[in-house]
């Protein structure tokens, strides 16, 4: 989230830039050819009043044979003046008479252009108006001129035109110069606004940030976490006061409940026991043939016993709150089986062990105990005689999973996504003991210790019943 919004307003931040920078740019370029432009009309007209005007003189800018000797004289040092221009400058200047016939150029063997911008520009001029601006010079045009006409008016008539044509090469660099500037003053910005996206980002987020933690601490069962008072926009802050509002009553609603739980089944054993206590009285008075009426009633009562211990049991792994440890659950493991092999061996039922001589882990050990007893009892109910339960340790690079595979009659697609719900048992499995509350007590266990519990089919049967721990603390 925090590089998306950074994203979004770096993105916001360059487009104002570049809307600002390339209008800039534009106007840069246009001026710095316009003051071209300016100086170039500027020397035209110099040159213009440096002409002969009156007499014999005009008419020898009209095409006349012979100006006057004076006119001569002026005429010579205008070619001068054109050729120092060229030399000073470098830019190409000529005085043409109407003809197109040069007056003065420079540099000597420049002619005047028949076609292309020089042409036109020298036509507008004899129709007594100047010469339109040249296209726009950018940095990345190539080597062309900058031509400026200037018409020649005397008595009313245009006598002559005087045309230049300039190198770009030096209002490029100009433009480019001021381009650069303009370039590095954005960078500039860019660089302070990415700090101050950074700085206001990291302020904004900092209480999502908080938040996140505490859900997803909350989600793994760690209900005591709540978000630290941190800084932040207003409604951030009252969302995480209300998130910790929210999470104190769903605590207090969840103790209530467990404690209901617990104290429902602590009460219910007394009369139970009392009720039980009562049919075996029962049935020392019953006369023969009641046998298997008085043996039911047992049987369910037994049943309940159980479910009431496995309630209390459930509300007691819903309310601990374990502190995880490093333990190294190849030693607990074999341990857990090997207190089950009795009872394996009783049952025809092989227990079979597989997995590395270390496996540390970050866990509640009585809690993974427990879970893993729930979990192998589970294993031992359902799997024939002559079959074997294998227990399995794999090393994650994150976590320790304990793989426990029974050779059962395995469960379908529909069952595997109810099994360990409280109370569910598969309608083909009423038969066998139990309350329907081992596993959900084994998830709880393992929630709680940061760990988790998954189911699978094994081949060719079975199923298979995964604990998983973290290999490292979590941090969070």
Do not use: C
């Not at 060229?86 to 200047?93: D, M, N, Q, V, W």
């Not at 292309?116 to 010079?137: C, K, M, T, W, Y």
């Not at 009783?346 to 427990?370: K, M």
């Amino acid at each position: 989230m925090r590089n998306r919004l950074l994203g979004i307003l770096l993105a916001l931040m360059a487009a104002v830039l570049a809307a600002l920078g390339v209008p800039l740019a534009y106007l840069i370029a246009s001026v710095e050819q316009g003051r071209v432009v300016v100086d170039r009309i500027d020397d035209a007209a110099r040159f213009a009043q440096d002409l002969p005007t009156q007499g014999r003189a005009t008419s020898a800018m009209k095409g006349d044979p012979q100006p006057a000797t004076g006119d001569a004289s002026r005429l010579h040092m205008l070619g001068v003046e054109a050729a120092r221009y060229h030399e000073l400058y470098g830019a190409r200047i000529g005085v043409f008479r109407r003809d197109g016939s040069a007056v003065a150029v420079a540099p000597d063997d420049w002619r005047l252009p028949e076609t292309g911008i020089g042409a036109q520009a020298f036509q507008e001029a004899l129709d007594g108006r100047r010469s339109h601006n040249s296209p726009q010079v950018w940095p990345w045009t190539d080597d062309r001129t900058l031509t400026v006409a200037l018409p020649v008016v005397r008595d009313g008539d245009v006598v002559a035109v005087i045309l230049t044509e300039s190198p770009t090469g030096p209002l490029r660099a100009r433009i480019l110069h001021r381009w650069m500037v303009i370039g590095a003053g954005e960078a500039l910005a860019m660089i302070v606004a990415v700090l101050l996206a950074v700085r206001l980002t990291g302020w904004v987020l900092r209480p999502v940030r908080t938040l996140d933690r505490a859900t997803h601490d909350i989600a793994t069962g760690r209900m005591n976490a709540r978000v630290a008072p941190s800084g932040g926009p207003p409604e951030l802050r009252r969302l995480a006061r209300s998130f910790n509002d929210m999470a104190d009553h769903v605590v207090l609603a969840m103790d209530q409940q467990r404690a209901f739980v617990a104290d429902a089944s602590h009460q219910l054993r007394n009369p139970l026991a009392a009720l039980l206590l009562r049919v075996e009285l029962l049935g020392l008075e019953l006369p023969e043939g009641h046998e298997e009426e008085l043996g039911a009633v047992r049987e369910e009562g037994s049943r309940l016993a159980r479910v009431l211990d496995d309630l209390l049991g459930l509300a007691t792994a819903e309310h601990a709150r374990p502190e995880p440890e490093p333990v190294d659950l190849t030693a607990l493991v074999l341990a857990r089986i090997d207190a089950w092999r009795p009872l394996a061996a009783q049952r025809g039922v092989e227990l079979v062990w597989d997995g590395p001589p270390l496996a540390h882990g970050w866990v509640d050990p009585i809690g993974f105990g427990s879970a893993l007893d729930a979990v192998i009892d589970n294993a031992l109910k359902f799997t024939p005689a002559g079959s074997e339960v294998r227990v399995a340790v794999e090393l994650g690079k994150r976590e320790v999973a304990v793989a426990v595979v029974d050779a059962g009659p395995g469960l379908t697609e529909e069952e595997l996504d109810r099994i360990g719900d409280r109370f569910w048992r598969s309608s083909r499995h009423q038969n066998v003991d139990g309350s329907g509350l081992g596993l959900s007590i084994a998830r709880t266990l393992l929630l709680a210790g940061g760990g988790g519990l998954s189911f699978a089919p094994a081949a060719p049967a079975g199923l298979v019943v995964t604990l998983t721990v973290p290999r490292k603390r979590d941090k969070h």
